[in-house]
């Protein structure tokens, strides 16, 4: 069947190693003139200069599915959100900071991205997503019960602790929340119903598409649930083993325009 809608993980998929989306998959992505969504751990703003460059104006799936919104200008109409309780947050920050002092720690708003405490870890990932983290107090910040939070952010370079933290997260008993590892390096855990699946089903529903009729790009773990969920699944040739025996398709790596490659093609190819 025809592919009619690509969804695309963004980190280790469709940016390249430096975190940017290269002229080469912009352009194939643009004349390929099929709807594209971005199925992305990131924040919306993280997101941005993608969807200019691509010129999304449907629906987006941020924060792997906490947040699908549509992109308005600078701002974000927001469809459907999911996120993490206030109380779970206040029981995880304070644990991570007492039992693993030396992994960095931040957390998600819509609009901002917190931390407590700018590291070399939070300098590394503001490089690479071209944001800053503000600076905050965790009680003063939660002083207003208002607050909305998306996701939590653990990065660690240590891959023994990475797994130690893993673990430990997993075990202390958290309620509706969902713990994954999304790179060599981070933990992220967002609202349990915070699945790409969820937003891609919702595309589908809105789009009166078949499973058949999408493809989607992935590279990891997260990206599983949204591959479940279209009718090809196409897996970055870096990806681990277990990913790509998941896959459809292998095509070539991130940082060969991988993303460019399939739909010259995996995609193009059928649509003749």
Known sequence: MTIK????????????????????????????????????ARAPREMQGAIDKLGLRTEQIAF???????????????????????????????????????????????????TERVDRLIRFEEKLVQQSAAKISYADYFADPSRVVFKIMLITFDPDELAHLKTFMNGVGLQGVSIQQTGEAYLEI???????????????????????????????YNDLPMFAEVGRAIVMNDALPAIKAQGDFITKSNDEDGVGYAIKHFINQGRR
């Open 5 to 40: 809608h690509l969804f695309s993980d963004m980190d280790g998929t469709l940016l390249n190693s430096q975190g940017r989306l290269s002229d080469r998959n912009a352009e194939i992505i643009r004349d390929s003139k099929l709807p594209f969504t971005l199925v992305s």
């Open 64 to 114: 792997n599915g906490g947040l699908i919104f549509k992109p308005n200008g600078t701002d974000y109409e927001v469809i459907d959100q999911n996120p993490i309780s206030l109380q779970t947050v206040w029981q995880i920050l304070p644990l991570v900071r007492t039992h693993f002092p030396h992994v960095s720690v931040s957390f998600y708003d819509l609009q901002h991205w917190y």
């Open 190 to 220: 967002t609202s349990q119903q915070a699945k790409k699946s969820r937003g891609i089903r919702y595309v589908l529903h809105q789009t009166h598409l078949e499973k058949a009729e999408t493809a989607a790009f992935g590279d990891s």
